[in-house]
């Protein structure tokens, strides 16, 4: 049994067993179904409480000294281009769909609210039919972060070294298609694929999401603007045709390499968006001081 720093507040450690009994503060005794046994050598240091339409969840922050180093940037490269058409685009010529999660089920939403606002004020089936909607809110939310999960996981599983762009979320969410942009939801994959990559010792860094599209990965000319109903990248000075997003992920691994010293720099990038190595993140900087 582990005793906290607070007073009255104790928690119990959770073994092997699967159920465990949670005292915390003046809510007293409550069975929790452990989804995984807390590792020896970890102590626990906060209990958050999180009430969700499937019900509450105890959230468990561990500690423990163990120092886990910093990924190196060596051994296979791999660049990521994310979009709307297709979910991502890598510079191996790998393109994953994009599943909808909240617009595949924005009809049964718009029935189920329906519902909702027909049912009487404070009555039971009010509260039923409110609970409904929050359920399916929970399950699209649950869809697109299990996606995500995998997504990363299969990243992670071909290369040793990512590169992703560094979009501006913020004006994505506003332009025309910012209901494909949100149910993507782009900055919670690259925020969950940051988290695998540290997990699984794999080396991820952002670079320029400007004119990703608009350069040749093959010459470096500028090809200039496409349409969104453009999907193919055909340079007129070399001729090298693939996939728009493809191509768009093989900038993305060049820059990416092009800041970490390792790869060369196209020779039309300082003209377009400037010098690269200016626009490295600061994380980035510290990393490579590091190494
Ligand atoms: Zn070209």
Not at 89 to 97: C, D, K, M, R, V
Not at 124 to 142: F, G, M, P, S, T
Not at 259 to 274: F, M, N, Q, Y
Request: charged share 25%; aromatic share 6%; with cysteine.
């Amino acid at each position: 049994m582990l005793e906290s720093p607070v007073k009255n507040q104790r928690f119990l450690t959770a073994g092997e067993c699967q159920y465990i009994c949670c005292y915390i503060l003046v809510i007293s005794s409550v069975l929790i179904n452990l989804h995984r046994p807390i590792s020896q050598g970890f102590i626990v240091k906060r209990v958050q409480i999180v009430k969700k339409a499937s019900g509450w969840y105890a959230i468990i922050c561990i500690q423990s000294d163990v120092k886990i180093p910093s990924p190196k940037p060596q051994g296979k490269y791999l660049g990521i281009d994310l979009g709307v058409s297709k979910f991502i685009a890598t510079s191996q010529g790998e393109l994953i769909a994009r599943p909808k999660f909240f617009i595949s089920l924005q009809s049964k939403l718009k029935w189920l609210q329906r519902r909702l606002s027909k049912k009487q004020k404070g009555s039971k089936n009010r509260l039923k039919a409110i609970q409904k909607v929050a359920r399916l809110h929970e399950h699209i939310d649950n869809s697109r972060k299990n996606f995500h999960d995998q997504i990363a996981h299969h990243l992670c599983d071909q290369a040793q070294v990512i590169f992703g762009e560094e979009l501006n979320l913020k004006a994505m969410s506003r332009e025309m298609l910012c209901k494909h942009t949100l149910d993507a939801g782009f900055g919670g994959f690259l925020e969950i694929l940051k988290h695998v990559a540290k997990d699984r010792n794999v080396y991820f860094e952002k670079v320029d999401a400007n004119f990703t599209s608009q350069i040749c990965p093959n010459c470096g000319v500028v090809t200039g603007k496409k349409d969104l109903s453009q999907r193919v990248h055909n340079c007129s000075n070399c001729g090298f045709v693939t996939d728009r997003d493809v191509a768009a992920a093989m900038v993305v691994e060049q820059r990416g390499l092009a800041a970490l010293g390792l790869g060369v720099k196209l020779p039309v990038e300082e003209d377009v968006i400037g010098d690269i190595s200016k626009k490295v993140s600061r994380a980035s900087r510290r990393n490579r001081k590091a190494l």
